[in-house]
């Protein structure tokens, strides 16, 4: 490990001046160079022309919320990426390394540790592999290269909306998806929470109709009440579906 962070540009994205001040001076005695951005917007900018080795990133940013900011330097191959947030849930780290950041650190933290997770960061250096191309779940197969699903190798004709939360959900197979991640990340910042149910209800359809009697593993696309969906295989005995709706 690096023993400073001298004449390292980071960049700090958070809207808190205390929490902005008190990162600035840690990473300042590491001789580090430091701006700081206070919301997503300014940060993208920032980020643009600065160049920074490393961003410390909050989540909620006024303008730019910080996954959507993420998730765009992702899309274009952006510098390394620290998520410093209270928001603390297994899901929310979940999220946050899905859409591709080097580490998670939760408020209240020590800024010590924070350096030092910096200093990891950069000091491996290498980015990460690469994701897989496709998904595979009980006769699902999703081609996210070609932005296409198959299920029992038939073709499922899906919109964009669709192929998306699709996508999502299948990531997190068996594991609560919330209506609020649906919308954000799959419908993007101009949805509602409720504008998610028709899409999710064409998707069932499209599963339910692509799904083959006799398959020993059936999708089941399942409604958890006031909360979310969750996308299960179901095993049938001796190959015959089970037929319980949801």
């Not at 491996?124 to 296409?148: C, K, N, V």
């Amino acid at each position: 490990m690096p023993q400073s962070l001298q004449n390292k540009r980071i960049l700090i994205a958070e809207d808190e001046p205390d929490i902005a001040a008190i990162l600035q001076a840690f990473f300042a005695r590491e001789q580090a160079q430091v701006l700081i951005s206070p919301n997503g917007a300014d940060a993208l900018q920032a980020a643009q022309h600065w160049r920074p080795d490393l961003v410390l990133l909050d989540i909620n940013l006024p303008q730019r919320d910080g996954l959507s900011v993420l998730a765009e330097w992702r899309g274009r191959g952006g510098p390394p990426v620290i998520i410093v947030t209270a928001m603390g849930e297994d899901v929310d780290r979940l999220l946050g390394f899905r859409l591709g950041c080097d580490d998670y650190v939760v408020k209240p933290f020590n800024p010590l540790e924070v350096v030092a997770r910096a200093k990891a960061v950069l000091q491996r250096g290498a980015p990460a592999a690469p994701p897989p191309s496709r998904l595979h779940m009980g006769g699902l197969s999703i081609d996210l290269e070609a932005h296409t699903a198959t299920l029992h190798g038939a073709a499922l004709n899906l919109t964009p909306t669709e192929f998306r939360l699709l996508h999502l959900l299948a990531e997190r197979a068996g594991r609560l998806v919330t209506r609020g991640q649906l919308v954000e990340i799959a419908m993007g910042e101009d949805a509602f929470d409720k504008s998610v149910n028709p899409h999710i209800s064409r998707l069932r359809q499209k599963l339910e109709d692509g799904s083959k009697p006799g398959q020993r593993q059936q999708l089941r696309l399942v409604s958890v009440q006031r909360e979310g969906y969750r996308l299960d295989v179901m095993e049938t005995a001796r190959g015959v579906p089970d037929v319980d709706s949801v």
